[in-house]
């Protein structure tokens, strides 16, 4: 009996543990969702038909999709409805599993480790890597880059710098806007003691063609200089989008990014830390500080630091308690959190009806929504940059697709009013969103001429009096 007790007291703890950081990722599983997320559906069946150069539910208007490959993914898989959606999530997180499992592997020896830590790194990034995000893509290929860095590190063979290239096209066509993190994590790789110097010069020579590689999409130089045009650009001065802001060590994601900043810091003062595991933390940890989607890589840095941190001191019963009671904890506080939970915009069809006649004006974050439910007069889009000259590179733009874009005329000072509601039948506004505050929507219809025909706690939506 005595042995059954020993046997139970060792095993359950593991099993609780495996069962309840389970469930806090099925929570985050089941809650992906991502304002683009739309806007990437119905421009991938516009891709599907063929067309690479318009948006037909923006009007035809003309313009790029640099995340263009994993928009046909999105729309193929979104065929099956939520269930497609979620297990495209769901493949892609085994994937990235697998691959952060044998880069752990290689460099720790302990398989428990690996499968474990590389587990315990995708929950840490959930924000980004269990949401439906074309960035879960782009950290499977940077792992996969990685893994053959290694090997070229072990032996300085050419074939090694050749296997990147097929990456780095498919980096190029899944998420062009964010290549340049292919180039970066290449810089300590750079550096090697065993050569002439400390330069690996044969590796430097290859990074001017392994950054040639973005060109190579369908939309070519065009793609490259769309996003060029989108870092320079004032588009969004004009509309906040708190994404790219900078990130603030307040706030959850930032909380999170300050802990592996403290992490390395310590790690230094103890003589624990590597070169490898400095660069990517303090990486993420400046970009991020600059504008907070860089935290979508904050995957890269986790690994590493799993990697390179001797784990012994956890594995043991008392600690798997603490770690299955922190996953309750947070389990406990995600599924009450509304940012976690899919949204769901369905019931303002009911009170919408007509998809063609009228134009709505809209939040931002359900541009796509409407779009992708068959809404075709739109003001408000989830993808604002569209109709901006600065990013689209399209000249002469006229002045009707800025106010169909966001909602109001833009003058030549960057100065914004409150578009004509002439045409307007519908006005649909969340509680929260920043462009909705600007443009003080509750002063403009409390007169008779709106009537308040739906209130859901979320968004709320008028009806101009016939």
Same mark, same amino acid.
């Given at each position: 009996?005595?042995? =059954?007790?020993?046997?139970?007291? #060792?095993?359950?703890?593991?099993?609780?543990?495996?069962?309840?950081?389970?469930?806090?990722?099925?929570?985050?599983?089941? @809650?992906?969702?991502?304002?683009?997320?739309?806007?990437?559906?119905? +421009?991938?069946? %516009?891709?599907?038909?063929?067309?690479?150069?318009?948006?037909?539910?923006?009007?035809?208007?003309?313009?790029?999709?640099?995340?263009?490959?994993?928009?046909?993914?999105?729309?193929?898989? %979104?065929?099956?409805? =939520?269930?497609?959606?979620?297990?495209?999530?769901?493949?892609?997180?085994?994937?990235?599993? $697998?691959?952060?499992?044998?880069?752990?592997?290689?460099?720790? #020896?302990? /398989?428990?480790?690996?499968?474990?830590?590389? !587990?315990?790194?995708?929950?840490? +990034?959930?924000?980004?890597?269990?949401?439906?995000?074309?960035?879960?893509?782009?950290?499977?290929?940077?792992?996969?880059?990685?893994?053959?860095?290694? /090997?070229?590190?072990?032996?300085?063979?050419?074939?090694?710098? !050749?296997?990147?290239?097929?990456?780095?096209?498919?980096?190029?066509?899944?998420?062009?806007?964010?290549?340049?993190?292919?180039?970066?994590?290449?810089?300590?790789?750079?550096?090697?003691?065993?050569?002439?110097?400390?330069?690996?010069?044969?590796?430097?020579?290859?990074?001017?063609?392994?950054?040639?590689?973005?060109?190579?999409?369908?939309?070519?130089?065009?793609?490259?200089?769309?996003?060029?045009?989108?870092?320079? +650009?004032?588009?969004?001065?004009?509309? $906040? =989008?708190?994404?790219?802001? $900078?990130?603030?060590?307040?706030?959850?994601? @930032? !909380?999170?990014?300050?802990?592996?900043?403290?992490?390395?810091?310590?790690?230094?003062?103890?003589?624990?830390?590597?070169? !490898?595991?400095?660069?990517?933390?303090?990486?993420?940890?400046?970009?991020?500080?600059?504008?907070?989607?860089?935290?979508?890589?904050?995957?890269?840095?986790?690994?590493?630091?799993?990697?390179?941190?001797?784990?012994?001191?956890?594995?043991?019963?008392?600690?798997?308690?603490?770690?299955?009671?922190?996953?309750?904890?947070?389990?406990?506080?995600?599924?009450?959190?509304?940012?976690?939970?899919?949204?769901?915009?369905?019931?303002?069809?009911?009170?919408?009806?007509?998809?063609?006649?009228? *134009?709505?004006?809209?939040?931002?974050?359900?541009?796509?929504?409407?779009?992708?439910?068959?809404?075709?007069?739109?003001?408000?889009?989830?993808?604002?940059?569209?109709?901006?000259?600065? *990013?689209?590179?399209?000249?002469?733009?006229?002045?009707?697709?800025?106010?169909?874009?966001?909602?109001?005329?833009? @003058?030549?000072?960057?100065?914004?009013?409150?578009? &004509?509601?002439?045409?307007?039948?519908?006005?649909?506004?969340?509680?929260?969103?920043?462009? &909705?505050?600007?443009?003080?929507?509750?002063?403009?219809?409390?007169?008779?001429?709106?009537?308040?025909?739906?209130?859901? @706690?979320?968004?709320?939506?008028?009806?101009?009096?016939?």
């Amino acid at each position: 009996m005595t042995n =059954i007790y020993n046997k139970a007291y #060792k095993v359950l703890p593991v099993i609780l543990l495996i069962l309840f950081s389970s469930i806090l990722y099925l929570i985050f599983l089941f @809650g992906s969702q991502d304002n683009d997320m739309y806007f990437e559906i119905v +421009s991938g069946n %516009d891709l599907l038909s063929g067309n690479f150069k318009t948006a037909s539910h923006l009007d035809n208007f003309p313009m790029l999709v640099q995340q263009w490959l994993y928009a046909v993914c999105l729309a193929i898989v %979104d065929k099956l409805g =939520i269930v497609g959606r979620i297990s495209f999530v769901f493949v892609q997180d085994v994937i990235l599993w $697998g691959l952060a499992s044998l880069f752990i592997y290689k460099k720790t #020896k302990s /398989k428990s480790t690996a499968m474990i830590g590389s !587990f315990a790194a995708i929950l840490y +990034s959930h924000n980004y890597m269990i949401n439906i995000r074309p960035q879960i893509i782009t950290v499977i290929l940077l792992v996969a880059e990685l893994l053959i860095l290694e /090997k070229y590190r072990e032996n300085r063979e050419h074939k090694y710098l !050749f296997a990147i290239f097929p990456i780095l096209i498919l980096a190029a066509n899944f998420h062009q806007a964010v290549f340049l993190y292919h180039i970066m994590i290449i810089a300590p790789y750079c550096f090697d003691k065993r050569v002439k110097h400390f330069i690996d010069w044969k590796l430097v020579a290859f990074v001017p063609f392994f950054t040639a590689c973005t060109l190579l999409t369908p939309y070519g130089i065009d793609g490259s200089l769309y996003i060029l045009r989108t870092f320079q +650009s004032k588009t969004y001065d004009i509309i $906040g =989008i708190a994404e790219l802001q $900078g990130i603030s060590l307040l706030s959850y994601m @930032g !909380f999170k990014l300050l802990l592996l900043v403290l992490y390395t810091i310590y790690c230094i003062y103890k003589h624990k830390a590597n070169t !490898f595991m400095c660069y990517y933390v303090f990486l993420v940890a400046v970009l991020s500080l600059i504008n907070m989607r860089h935290t979508s890589i904050e995957f890269i840095p986790v690994m590493f630091i799993i990697a390179s941190t001797d784990w012994s001191w956890i594995k043991n019963q008392y600690m798997y308690g603490v770690l299955s009671l922190l996953c309750i904890g947070l389990s406990a506080m995600f599924i009450k959190n509304p940012d976690f939970k899919l949204e769901n915009y369905g019931d303002i069809t009911t009170v919408i009806e007509d998809k063609d006649a009228k *134009i709505i004006n809209s939040a931002m974050d359900i541009g796509g929504w409407f779009e992708y439910n068959g809404y075709t007069k739109l003001w408000m889009d989830s993808r604002c940059e569209a109709f901006s000259e600065e *990013i689209s590179g399209v000249k002469g733009i006229p002045a009707d697709y800025f106010r169909l874009v966001y909602g109001y005329n833009i @003058g030549p000072k960057k100065n914004y009013s409150f578009a &004509s509601e002439d045409e307007v039948l519908y006005i649909v506004r969340d509680y929260d969103y920043i462009v &909705s505050k600007k443009l003080d929507y509750i002063n403009r219809i409390a007169d008779a001429e709106w009537e308040l025909i739906y209130d859901d @706690g979320s968004y709320l939506v008028w009806k101009k009096a016939q």
